[in-house]
């Protein structure tokens, strides 16, 4: 068996900020990022794959409202879940088809991840879900619903949106299956969106709960879990930068996990951007994976073997 490698795709690998999101877009667009998946299959790596869904989250969220005067709108828990196997479905398709002759599966696994109901974020929850609303529905809606909503946009007729909890990712309910799985050579499709978030209630059960875990955070606990030794996430950058933004902006190709935390504390990395891709790669790696890689889908294969991509290890 090759290296084990955990893919984390971001959502611009499903529907671009352009699109409307129509699944014919988002076939398109998955297809592409399965035939830069394959090429690792066919170097030998044995994969484990994980991805976002904000917006077709954000989409099944309004469909939801649109509708409820019809049907029963479903909670936030059971949209992560819907999305999972959405993706998953149009993922497992592409390359099944992709990889037909080489002898490989491709499964999906509806994935609880494990998080903690003390979380502080659950005290002040800052993850914006869903649409905009104006100030009047977005009252009511915080009335009737129980929901709490900011304004995240300073101007405008839309200013507020929901907010959910965004909790630390505990661990992988499913680990041990997607472990097997990958061991007898499938390729699996897990935690999608960062999974479903889950917690023991007071009789030790699970219990869905209304959040959204970091996919990449969730990425980077599912890798462990199952033993993997590289974290690949692929974003739509190349490299993450010194000085984003500045005439002195420069690439990084190598961190420590010592160099990562002190550039975070000094603030180089974007809180909603490339801080917690940094932050859930220096995390895999302190936990005993050998390397996290952060680039873009089309160098996915070069930065496995070193030529690209901002690399970090724990020397």
Same mark, same amino acid.
């Given at each position: 068996?090759?290296?084990? =490698? ?64 019809? =049907? ?22 592409? $390359?099944?088809?992709? $990889? ?9 696994? =509806?994935?609880?991840? $494990? ?32 929901? =709490? ?23 992988? *309910? ?36 209304? *959040? ?37 902006? @420069? ?6 996990? @010592? ?21 859930? @790669? ?14 873009? $889908?089309?160098? @996915? ?15």
């Amino acid at each position: 068996m090759g290296k084990r =490698v955990l893919v984390a795709l971001g959502g611009n690998a499903i529907k671009q900020p352009d699109e409307k999101g129509t699944f014919e877009e988002q076939m398109k667009n998955v297809e592409t990022a399965c035939v830069q998946i394959a090429q690792l299959v066919r170097r030998g790596y044995d994969l484990v794959i994980t991805h976002g869904n904000g917006p077709q989250v954000g989409n099944l969220s309004i469909q939801q409202e649109a509708a409820v005067d019809q =049907v029963p709108s479903q909670p936030l828990v059971v949209l992560g879940a819907m999305t999972q196997g959405q993706i998953g479905y149009m993922m497992q398709q592409h $390359l099944h088809n992709i $990889l037909d002759g080489d002898g490989k599966q491709v499964v999906t696994v =509806v994935t609880q991840v $494990l998080v903690s109901k003390d979380d502080p974020d659950f005290k002040d929850p800052t993850k914006p879900v869903g649409p905009f609303y104006t100030d009047e529905v977005a009252h009511k809606l915080a009335v009737e619903r129980g929901w =709490v909503v900011k304004k995240v946009r300073p101007t405008g007729d839309r200013t507020w949106r929901r907010v959910v909890p965004s909790p630390a990712p505990l661990g992988i *309910a499913e680990a041990k299956a997607i472990r097997r799985m990958v061991e007898d050579g499938m390729i699996v499709i897990a935690s999608g969106g960062g999974g479903i978030p889950v917690f023991r209630n007071a009789r030790g059960k699970l219990e869905g709960v209304d *959040a959204v875990i970091d996919k990449d955070r969730a990425g980077a606990k599912l890798a462990e879990e199952v033993g993997t030794e590289i974290l690949l996430i692929l974003t739509d950058v190349e490299h993450a930068m010194m000085d984003y933004g500045k005439p002195t902006q @420069a690439p990084i190709r190598h961190l420590t996990v @010592a160099e990562a935390k002190k550039r975070l504390s000094e603030g180089h990395f974007g809180a909603g951007s490339m801080g917690p891709k940094v932050e859930a @790669a220096l995390g895999f790696v302190e936990r005993g994976g050998e390397r996290a890689i952060i680039t873009s $889908l089309a160098k @996915a294969v070069d930065a496995v073997e070193g030529k690209t991509g901002t690399h970090i290890s724990l020397r």
